[in-house]
Structures are given as structure tokens and as C-alpha cells.
């Protein structure tokens, strides 16, 4: 597809530089039209055809060694032919994890929207990067629409947003923007000469708090975990305490990061108590509600999120829940007076003129740590549009709904345990095998018990049966965390869940 035949040369006018023909285009454009043609068939029949089909693999499980054999890794001088390609798609799609299977329940995304993945193939076809009206007019407008209908939801009359990489990176935005707004002339004067900052988050909140504090210079040992409940949420008098300790010792206090649907347990802390508090001591609140965001769609289950409105940040990942397609994630702020332009703005002028020919505050990419950044925001807005707020709605209560039958199902036979009433998606339990049942619960009982989830893992994921996900946590042996997310879920596969641990545990 890539190369210019000898026979160029023979052209009229033909014009060689450096040894390089210059006339015409060297693709062949028809060749890789075909291929693109033949790819996506194959994507139709291999991918979205069997998305729900129950009697095919969620994984074609093979060693890291034994699949480099199977895999053609090696990168050549000449091109492969379009045959051998198609092929190595092929691999890529049988080796590889169908996330979109009913019974992939390992992460905190699974499924597929249809409408979602449309919106993919079209950014994906006409590679846009979000950063200046001229060159993604489009995009940038949607992601305007986008944001302002989410900050709706979260209760504010106004607010500023940009969609990121991840969660993770969302965090980090919200935790420099606060430290913007505590000490400005950070951006210029940098770290020296400020006292030490200090930050608070709940033993359950996600690690790239870590990750945050390290990156920006802020240092691991200045989080302040605040102790939570037996349910995992924020324990309100705990946080008091501890901004106190921390203003005695001379340390500044600056942030709060609240949790709104922890990574394990799916907890939800109290963000009315915590607003109280930051309001109280002046501390800029981050929500991170990367997971449990989207109940605010449910007007049953937003509830959950009572307080969120105080919020100064939050973080929301449509691609989760609502099954946006990853990646799809937003910071929300309720400044809307241009902070986030104001702390990560560096005025690059072959970029942002100021004396273009139109409106130029549709030039939102200083605002961004990124320069080039995908149209995340189109997916979930062709995805809104084609079900309506009522159809996500109805995503999150269903995914709710089976999550409190599973759970109800799990009481009722012998050798599951619940640990703890779900409150959102994520149910957590024992299966202690019949080895196990007539055992007294001692330091023995535990340590084999902490055993048996990774084996019968290996075992579902070698079968290609189902994947799901357990962990040892805060003190307590490895055990199951079933996450419910996609509609092609039903109940049927809840009661396979349960039948198929027992199967593959019997001998156990």
C-alpha cells in the first residue's frame, strides 16, 4: 500500500528528490480501501455478531510465552500481505478478552452500546484532535453540550469541565486545580518556598491519589487517609479530627477528596458531612465519582450521591455504567470564572492566536494538560442522543436491580457468603468449598479460604467460561467482587455465575 514502483519514473514530468518520486500519491488508495472493507467485515462477524453470543469464549486463554509463538510479533522490512493481515486480525480478535460478553464481569466497564462504537469508527476514521474550533469545530462543540448537561445533573447553575485519559488523570487535574486555587503562583515560582500541603482521602480511595501526589510533587506521605466505616465510607468526625492535627502541626490543609462509589466495595462516603467540614476549613472538595457518577442519571439511585452539588470538582466516567466506550471520562468544576484556563494555560501562539477570524473562546485547549486529545465526549453524546436520558436511566436500575438479586441469591445457598449488602453494582462474597464448611473459623479456616478464589480464577478463565474478579481487603482473605454493568446481563447469567463456581470448586 505504501510504496512507488520503478515504472513512476516513467512518467511525464516525473520529478525525483533525494531518490524520492514526487509525483502523485504513493498509497494505493483501491488496496487499502479493500482492506479497510475486508477488516471491518471481519470486526462484524467476529465481534459485534457474537457480542451476546453465550456459547462462545469470554477468552481464549494462552500463556504469554505460548501466545508469542502463536502471534506473528515480529516487525519486518517489507510489508505483509493483505491475506497475512486479515489474518493477524484475526488472531488479535481470538486471543484477545471480549469485554463485551455477558459474562465478562471482571472490571468496571463490560458490555457494548452500539451507538458508542459508531461514534468511534467515525473519530476514529476522521482522527480529530480537540484542541481549536478550526480543526475539530464538531467535537468541540459537542463536548460543550456534553459537559453542561452533566453539570446539570451533578446540581450546579453553571461550571467548567474537559474530558481526560482515564479517571486517574481526572484526579490529578482536580488535585493541581486545587492546589492552583490554594497557592496561584505555584504555576510560575513552583514548589519552593511553600509550606507543607497536606490532602485527605479515604483509606478507600482509589491509588491514583497516589499516583497524584507523587506526580505532582506533592509527596505520598502528605495524604492523610482518613479511617472509614465497616461499610467503607469516610467516617466524617475522623476527617475533623485530622485537618485539625494537621493546621496544629503547621501543616496547610488544601483538599478533600471524597469517594463516591469506591473501586471494591462500591461505597458511597458522605458528602453532605464532608462539605460541612470543607466549607468549615476552607478546603477545596473533589469528588472522585468516576464509578458511582452515573447514578446520578437514576432518579431512584442518585440519592446516593445526596451533596454532590457542594462538590468544587468531580470526576465522572461515562465509560463505566453508562458504557460510553473507553475511554470516557470527565472532570467537572464548578469555578466557571476560567480557572482551569488560568492554571493550565501556557498561551502556545502557533496554536491560539488571538487574532483569528472567529470566536476564539471555542478554542478550549489550553485548558488541557494535553495537546492533541481525542473527541471522548462524542461517543457518550451519540449514545445520549440515540437512547435518551430515559434509556440510561434504565441501564443504571437494571444494573442495580440484578446486582440486589444476586445478591439475594447468594444468601439463599449453601457455602457463598456475602460480606456486605451491596449499595451499588459491586457484590462481594465467600465460596467456600464443601472441604471447608464443617471448619471451625480460625488462622487455618482463613488461610485456605485466602486460597481458593485464585484457583477457581485459573480455572474459569483456562475454560473461557466467565471473568470475574476477587481480592484480598483491609484485613480480610481473598474474595469475589461480581461488578453488573452491561444490559445484555440478565438473570440467567447471575444464576450461572453461581452454578459455574460450583462446578469448577467441587474437587476443591
Not at 73 to 78: F, V
Not at 146 to 168: A, H, Q, R
Not at 346 to 374: E, H, M, N, P
Amino acid at each position: 500500500v505504501g510504496t512507488y514502483k520503478p515504472e513512476m519514473l516513467q512518467k511525464k514530468n516525473a520529478v525525483l528528490v533525494d531518490g524520492v518520486v514526487l509525483n502523485g500519491p504513493i498509497t494505493d488508495s483501491k488496496a487499502g480501501e479493500k482492506f479497510v472493507e475486508e477488516a471491518c467485515k471481519l470486526i462484524m462477524e467476529e465481534v459485534i455478531q457474537k457480542a451476546n453470543d453465550i456459547t462462545e469464549k469470554v477468552c481464549e486463554w494462552r500463556a504469554p510465552e505460548t501466545l508469542k509463538t502463536i502471534l506473528d510479533l515480529e516487525m519486518r522490512d517489507t510489508g505483509e500481505s493483505h491475506q497475512k493481515l486479515l489474518q493477524l486480525c484475526q488472531d488479535v480478535i481470538q486471543y484477545s478478552v471480549k469485554t463485551n460478553h455477558p459474562r465478562f464481569f471482571n472490571q468496571l466497564y463490560a458490555g457494548m452500546d452500539y451507538y458508542s462504537l459508531v461514534a468511534r469508527f467515525i473519530t476514529e476514521a476522521l482522527n480529530p484532535s480537540v484542541y481549536t474550533y478550526e480543526v475539530s469545530p464538531v467535537f468541540l462543540l459537542v463536548e460543550e453540550a456534553v459537559i453542561k448537561k452533566m453539570i446539570e445533573f451533578i446540581g450546579w447553575k453553571e461550571g467548567d469541565g474537559i474530558f481526560n485519559p482515564g479517571g486517574s488523570v481526572s484526579n490529578i487535574y482536580a488535585m493541581n486545580l486545587a492546589r492552583y486555587k490554594f497557592c496561584p503562583e505555584i504555576k510560575e515560582k513552583g514548589l519552593s518556598g511553600l509550606p507543607r500541603l497536606v490532602l485527605f482521602a479515604s483509606e478507600e480511595c482509589h491509588y491514583s491519589m497516589k499516583k497524584a501526589a507523587s506526580f505532582l510533587g506533592i509527596g505520598t506521605e502528605n495524604i492523610c487517609f482518613i479511617k472509614t466505616d465497616e461499610r467503607g465510607k469516610m467516617i466524617p468526625e475522623e476527617l475533623e479530627k485530622q485537618v485539625q492535627r494537621a493546621r496544629k502541626e503547621g501543616s496547610a490543609p488544601f483538599l478533600v477528596c471524597a469517594t463516591a462509589g469506591t473501586t471494591v466495595l462500591g461505597a458511597f462516603d458522605p458528602l453532605d458531612k464532608i462539605a460541612n467540614i470543607c466549607e468549615k476549613h476552607g478546603l477545596w472538595l473533589h469528588v472522585d465519582a468516576s464509578w458511582g457518577g452515573s447514578a446520578l442519571i437514576s432518579k431512584k439511585h442518585r440519592k446516593l450521591l445526596h451533596g454532590i452539588h457542594r462538590a468544587d470538582s468531580v470526576a465522572w466516567n461515562p465509560h463505566k455504567m453508562l458504557m460510553a466506550g473507553i475511554q470516557c471520562c470527565a472532570l467537572l468544576v464548578k469555578d466557571n470564572s476560567g480557572l482551569l484556563k488560568k492554571c493550565y494555560s501556557a498561551k502556545a501562539a502557533y496554536l491560539f492566536q488571538q487574532d483569528k477570524f472567529y470566536d476564539v473562546s471555542y478554542d478550549t485547549g489550553d485548558k488541557s494538560i494535553q495537546c492533541s486529545r481525542r473527541p471522548d465526549a462524542f461517543k457518550f453524546w451519540l449514545m445520549w442522543k440515540a437512547l435518551g436520558t430515559a434509556g440510561l436511566e434504565e441501564r443504571v436500575n437494571r444494573a442495580l436491580a440484578l446486582a440486589r438479586y444476586l445478591a439475594e441469591e447468594i444468601k439463599k445457598r449453601e457455602g457463598f457468603q456475602l460480606l456486605w449488602e451491596p449499595e451499588y453494582a459491586n457484590v462481594c462474597f465467600w465460596y467456600i468449598p464443601p472441604s471447608l464448611r464443617k471448619m471451625e473459623e480460625g488462622p487455618e479456616f482463613w488461610q485456605k479460604l485466602h486460597l481458593v478464589a485464585p484457583v477457581i480464577k485459573e480455572r474459569m478463565m483456562k475454560k473461557g467460561s466467565m471473568m470475574l474478579g476477587y481480592q484480598p481487603h483491609q484485613g480480610k482473605v481473598n474474595f469475589f467482587r461480581q461488578v453488573i454493568i452491561s444490559p445484555q446481563v440478565s438473570r440467567e447469567d447471575m444464576d450461572f455465575l453461581l452454578d459455574e463456581i460450583e462446578q469448577l470448586a467441587k474437587d476443591l
